[in-house]
């Protein structure tokens, strides 16, 4: 089979019926009984299901009270949860975490959650996402692809888009190099960011607020069904243009 996918057609859809996670919930337990059945199962073997970052972080306990009548309180938590401060303009602060993103305060997101508390990324996403895959595959025996997905904002570009920050069980990056284009040359240069792309399809049936965390993505390459992590997609320093 070629790297590159042969399917013509995908789906996605949102999985209802979730409710408010708390921690120490077991996230893969809770998935697992709200897809059992219709409407959002029965799940199927090279399924995809994108979660959310706010209910890994909700479940591992990563939730930090903050002041609620200061609008700038968590900003002590972005200094400690960064490595690096990439750029600071005013009261917005870009850092690099210790994963390795380059993102907006740290990710750390007081959308969604009650007043007065912050949500801080999970310590690792790649490890919360194989435990939930774990967990579907021992109870339903069914071998799916786990994506933890946040917001970003883009250098250069306006708006916001979800991205992998965690991944099990589903490619990463799909590397095309050396695979030819349609015209019959090689190509040089083309990795495509798989993960990313369907964080992206998954958000567009989530929604940023309706209150749904997770999502299932059917129809990828069952190619693309393989063990990867946040690794491939995570691009070195010496090879940063922009650093």
Not at 7 to 33: F, H, K, N, P, Y
Request: charged share 25%; hydrophobic share 40%; glycine share 10%.
């Amino acid at each position: 089979m070629s790297q590159e996918s042969t399917q013509q057609r995908i789906s996605a859809w949102a999985v209802t019926g979730i409710g408010e996670i708390v921690s120490g919930d077991q996230l893969g337990d809770v998935i697992v009984e709200a897809c059992r059945n219709a409407p959002n199962g029965p799940l199927q073997d090279g399924d995809v299901l994108v979660v959310t970052q706010k209910i890994v972080s909700k479940a591992e306990g990563r939730m930090v009270e903050i002041d609620p009548d200061d609008p700038l309180s968590h900003k002590v938590l972005v200094e400690q949860e960064g490595v690096r401060v990439v750029r600071r303009r005013g009261d917005l602060i870009i850092t690099q975490t210790q994963h390795g993103f380059i993102c907006a305060n740290s990710g750390i997101d007081l959308s969604n959650v009650e007043r007065g508390w912050a949500a801080l990324l999970p310590i690792d996403s790649d490890r919360s996402a194989r435990r939930i895959r774990d967990i579907i595959r021992a109870k339903l025996g069914v071998s799916v692809g786990i994506i933890v997905s946040d917001t970003f904002g883009r250098p250069w570009r306006k708006g916001l888009t979800d991205v992998a920050i965690g991944v099990a069980g589903v490619a990463a990056v799909l590397d095309l190099r050396g695979t030819p284009d349609a015209l019959g040359r090689m190509m040089q240069v083309t990795e495509v960011c798989i993960a990313d792309e369907v964080a992206c399809a998954a958000e567009l049936v989530m929604g940023k607020s309706n209150g749904v965390p997770v999502a299932v993505v059917r129809g990828l390459d069952s190619a693309w069904m393989r063990e990867s992590s946040m690794s491939e997609i995570v691009r070195p320093p010496q090879e940063d243009l922009f650093r």
